[in-house]
């Protein structure tokens, strides 16, 4: 395994797990969508900042691709609509089992 790779895992008592990363705040997505090309084998859950998904569209003129690649290619997870003061109500609303390490 690369060096500049082994930093995105972490052990376990049985073998090696991923790292399960949120993004807050995207804008575009794009942060979100160079942290999956960089690291295909983080999960990464990209969630904006209050927007909903047709907000970021007329916002940014490429959130529709990054949003579509992260999606569609990756199976990645996007969340609209969310409050970053109240992120832990939302994403505990979307899933009772989702934890994140970063």
């Not at 969630?47 to 949003?67: I, K, P, Q, W």
């Not at 992260?70 to 939302?90: M, P």
Request: glycine fraction near 2%; charge should be negative.
């Amino acid at each position: 395994m690369p060096s500049d790779t082994a930093s995105i895992y972490h052990t376990n008592t049985e073998d090696k797990m991923l790292f399960k990363a949120i993004t807050v705040g995207d804008g575009d997505l794009s942060f979100s969508l160079a942290l999956k090309r960089a690291y295909p084998q983080i999960s990464v859950t990209a969630s904006t900042l209050l927007e909903s998904r047709s907000e970021l569209c007329r916002t940014y003129s490429n959130a529709n691709v990054t949003s579509k690649e992260l999606l569609e290619q990756w199976k990645e997870r996007v969340i609209y609509g969310v409050d970053a003061t109240k992120i832990e109500e939302k994403i505990t609303a979307e899933s009772e089992e989702q934890k994140f390490d970063i």
